[in-house]
């Protein structure tokens, strides 16, 4: 059974930067795509940043510039910068991995952005 746990989340000002970890309990390099994902209260998950084991990156538009995707195969961990936040931030962001066709998610961390 595969275990993704989140770490990093919390409250931060406008401008202000965390750094979200998500710790894999096996290789990362066993998954075809890691990646991030949020979902803002009342509506859908969507994708932030993903990578793959290949090391190609992509990021959802709102994020690009502000946000850098990478990961440190010797901890099995992914992270996710995340610098110049703003409130449309706030979200829960779980991290997500993905193994032939079968998908799995951590717990989630909240990000909560105050103006």
């Known amino acids: 059974q595969v275990q993704l746990v989140e770490s990093g989340g919390g409250l931060v000002q406008a401008g202000g930067s965390l750094r979200l970890s998500c710790s894999a309990s096996?290789?990362?390099?066993?998954?075809?795509?890691m990646g991030w994902y949020r979902q803002p209260p009342g509506k859908q998950r969507d994708l932030v940043a993903a990578?793959?084991?290949?090391?190609?990156?992509n990021y959802a538009d709102s994020v690009k510039g502000r946000f850098t995707i990478s990961r440190d195969s010797a901890k099995n961990t992914v992270y996710l910068q995340m610098n110049s936040l703003k409130p449309e931030d706030t979200a829960v962001y779980y991290c997500?991995?993905?193994?032939?066709?079968?998908?799995?998610w951590g717990q989630g961390t909240q990000v909560t952005v105050s103006s």
């Open positions: 997500n991995a993905v193994s032939y066709s079968t998908s799995y």
């Open positions: 990578i793959t084991s290949g090391g190609s990156t």
């Open positions: 096996r290789s990362i390099f066993s998954f075809s795509r």
